[in-house]
Structures are given as structure tokens and as C-alpha cells.
């Protein structure tokens, strides 16, 4: 009887800058991101594990319809975990485009580059941040909603291909509302993001699978942080929520997995198909 092989649990990380950016930037190699905690987390338990993040600043839900074959058809994971959201939620009217090209982190250097994105470019930018700032204090912040709706529904189309590749546990995380800083620069941002927030429920309700969930955020971080603020640069986690959350994907990743039979041993889950 060959010995029983434990399978490693094949975890894929997908979102924006929250997955991977810290508010502390520049700060000790310690300073783990979610995906790095949680891959800590389950091989700290015994659990072989390999997680692979795929996230990249200001990336978008509809963009993850283009690169999903690649990352879910031949690796086949066991669970997905997609943070999007956040950054549709955060500009009343501002292209995408603009502001990647204003806080680009490709730029090359040279003088007349560097002069064109510390005047030109900055003072444009800024400008146009400053009138946003004022129109999203005086208008309907949702005035644009049916934008968050079409992010609920790529979401949900997402969900619905990656289930057909052996249906894998899925968290969709729930978005935190900005600091204050942020919210002093979009003012709106907070009520779009609830509204975001209701449109992700709302659709996992609708999916109604059991191993598609909603990843309350709140709830991991309620009572741990005393009067810390989760994202102290508006819009990024602090190292220490970035640990709770992966501790906590960590564990609901692990009450998942007891649940799995092929995770258990292979030959044991081969037995177990031959019977049925």
C-alpha cells in the first residue's frame, strides 16, 4: 500500500493595491501582506500550502475576466480569494486612466520627464482631485451607481467560471470604509463603498453556493484594534490588519479544508471516488 500523500491547498489571492500595499510602505521585510500571512499561517499549522497573489494597484474586476484562464484553468485552486471593489467604489468622476498615468510607479527617469510629472502633471492632477473633492461633498456620491453595479456583476461572472474548474472555495472580501484621510479627498467614497459592499452580498446571495461566502472584514477586526485605525493612509491596511485578516482566512481556510476528503490524502480520496 503506497503511503498516503497530503496534498498541498492551492490558494489564489486577487484584487488592487489592497492586497498587496501596506500604509507603512517602506517598512521592515516582516511586514507581511495578507497573502504572505496566510500562507504563514497554514504551513505554521501543519498544512502544506501554496498561495500565489495576483493583484496589482488600481486593477479592476472586469480585467480579471481577462486573465482568469491563465491563472485558474491549469492550477486548478482550491480556494480563490478576490478583493475587488475597492478602487471602483473610489472616484466620483476621475478616468482610471489619469490617475494611473498621475501616480504611475513605471515612470522613467530623465529632466524633461521629471519636469513634466512634478509641474505638469501634478498640478493637473491636484486640481482636478480638489474639484472632485468639492463635487463629491455636493452631489449624490451614488449618482454614478450603475458603475458599482457592473462591478457586482463582473464579480459574479468571475465566480461563475472559476466555479467550473472543480468548483473551489470562494471569499469574496468584504471592502472597509476609508480613513480620514481619504475621506477628506472623496468624501463620497464611504457610502459608495456600503453600497459595494450591498451589491457583493446581495450577489452571493443570489449565487447561493456554499462555498461561495462573503469575507466579513469588520467582523475580524471588531474589539482587536482599540483606537488604531485600520487604514491610516486613507486607503491601505495597516500591518497589523493585514495579520488579522490573513490569521483569519487562515482559519476559515482550515475549517474548510477538515471538510476535504482530497486534501486529507490522495489515495485516500482516489479509494473514496472508487466506491461512490
Known sequence: MPEAVRLPIRVLVKGASEVVLTSEIGGPRTDFALGRVLEAGL???????????????????RMALRSWEREVLGWSPDVVILH?????????????????????KRSRPGRIRTFYRRTVLRAIWIGLAKLQARSDAA???????????????????LITHIQTVGSPLVLVMEILPPGRRWQAWMPGLAERTAVMNEHFASMVRGIDKP??????VSNVLADQLADEEPKPDGGHYSVTVHRLIGEALCREIMNWAATQGHLESWNRAREHGAET
Not at 504551513?43 to 474586476?61: H, K, W
Not at 475587488?84 to 504611475?104: D, K, M, Q, T, V
Not at 462555498?211 to 466579513?216: A, D
Open 139 to 157: 452631489l449624490d456620491s451614488t449618482m454614478l451607481g450603475w458603475r458599482l453595479r457592473r462591478v457586482a456583476a463582473d464579480v459574479e461572472r
Open 84 to 104: 475587488y471593489g475597492h478602487y471602483e467604489s473610489i472616484h466620483l468622476f476621475l478616468p482610471r486612466w489619469l490617475e494611473r498615468h498621475a501616480n504611475s
Open 43 to 61: 504551513l505554521s499549522a501543519g498544512q502544506p500550502a501554496e498561495v500565489r497573489v495576483n493583484a496589482v494597484p488600481s486593477d479592476l474586476a
Open 211 to 216: 462555498n461561495v461566502r462573503i469575507f466579513s
